[in-house]
């Protein structure tokens, strides 16, 4: 099962995540990042780097989150890769608790 970014992500965009990832499959959204389904190979690495928790296994994003799922695999598609670690939000501290914050999410 691959990898999801989910909501905690959303105008915070740490890129820790992004440094150790063997194949690239991290994409760079407005102020949000998603993981290629089709590429990522389950390997665990970037899910402890994130400061915000917000990347985990498919089969254990809870019910309210489901619909990041499909975020990544679409955004995926849509987006660039990101290979390299870049600075967060300025005020990604701000956001790193708040939660619904998918209407915040720009695509």
Not at 42 to 56: G, K, N, R, S, Y
Request: net charge negative.
């Amino acid at each position: 099962m691959p990898f999801v970014v989910t909501e905690a992500c959303i105008k915070c965009r740490f890129t820790d995540c992004v440094e150790v990832c063997p194949v690239d499959c991290f994409h760079e959204g407005p102020n949000f990042l998603v993981i290629d389904p089709d590429e990522c190979i389950d390997c665990t690495l970037c899910e402890p780097e994130c400061p915000v928790e917000a990347i985990m296994s498919e089969d254990d994003v809870p019910e309210n989150m489901k619909q990041f799922i499909e975020l990544n695999a679409t955004l995926s598609k849509k987006w660039p890769v990101i290979s390299e670690m870049k600075e967060h939000f300025s005020d990604a501290d701000q956001w790193r608790e708040v939660k619904d914050k998918l209407q915040y999410l720009e695509r």
